[in-house]
């Protein structure tokens, strides 16, 4: 069952703040996704305190990179359920978890960071996986935001 | 190790690996345990039978990629278990 919106809407805040476009409903991801070419990052966000307390950050610290993913989304798991659920057909051979993140080039999973690779790591840490990813795969010129 | 539940064992909210002695193996994120029981939840649990995956290779994939949940909730007998870690050590 879903949490109560204004418990979460802290949390959308944290992300869509650094940029993030929020992905609230199916339509919205078919959308997004609807173009192929080019990379993407796309969040799913969680409420789970013990691994996204510490996603949420990580991405902000990557997000500072000089180089970063052309475009970047979030759906958020257990409150945007077909939303959520539209997102991960995009990869479907990941198994699902939240949080978790995934990058695309031209439509292909070119590095995914599942929830257990986030769970109780430092942001700092997080992101500097997430960091190596958007060195090698990505080429838009980061605002340091 | 990353959980604020103060109730709760230090493995709380993290994605373990509960290996034992025989040819089983569980991954699933720990609720919480002590010295009778690991209760996982979101869990799958490999066979590492004649003709499987060997548990190396399951836990190599699932280290890499995380694990299809196949069952809500299992309880571990904590008898039955030689070892419990967290899955990303394996990564």
């Known amino acids: ?145 | 190790m990353g959980t604020f539940h103060h109730d709760k064992c230090e493995l709380h909210g993290i994605t373990v690996v509960v290996d034992t002695a025989g040819s089983r193996v569980y991954v699933g994120r720990c609720d919480d345990m002590d010295e009778r029981e690991i209760v996982l939840m979101d869990a799958d649990v490999h066979e590492a039978r004649p003709g499987a995956p060997s548990k190396a290779d399951y836990l190599a994939r699932a280290a890499k990629y995380g694990v299809w949940k196949k069952h809500d909730r299992v309880v571990v007998p904590r008898a039955e278990a030689v070892s419990v870690r967290p899955l990303r050590e394996l990564a």
Do not use: W
Not at chain 1, 39 to 61: D, E, H, K, Y
Not at chain 1, 125 to 132: E, K
């Open chain 1, 1 to 145: 069952m879903p949490y109560d919106p204004q418990l979460v809407q802290p949390m959308r805040d944290e992300v869509t703040r650094l940029g993030l476009v929020e992905l609230p409903q199916a339509k919205d991801v078919d959308a997004f996704f609807a173009k192929r070419e080019g990379t993407v990052l796309l969040f799913i966000n969680s409420v789970c305190g013990c691994a996204a307390g510490g996603a949420r950050p990580a991405l902000r610290i990557a997000l500072q990179n000089e180089v970063l993913p052309e475009r970047i989304a979030t759906v958020f798991a257990g409150q945007d359920t077909d939303a959520t659920a539209r997102a991960r057909s995009y990869f479907a051979d990941f198994p699902p978890s939240s949080p978790s993140m995934a990058l695309l080039k031209d439509g292909e999973v070119v590095h995914f960071v599942p929830r257990h690779m986030i769970e109780g790591r430092d942001p700092a840490s997080i992101a500097f996986d997430l960091v190596q990813a958007f060195d090698k795969h990505c080429a838009r010129a980061g605002s340091k935001r």
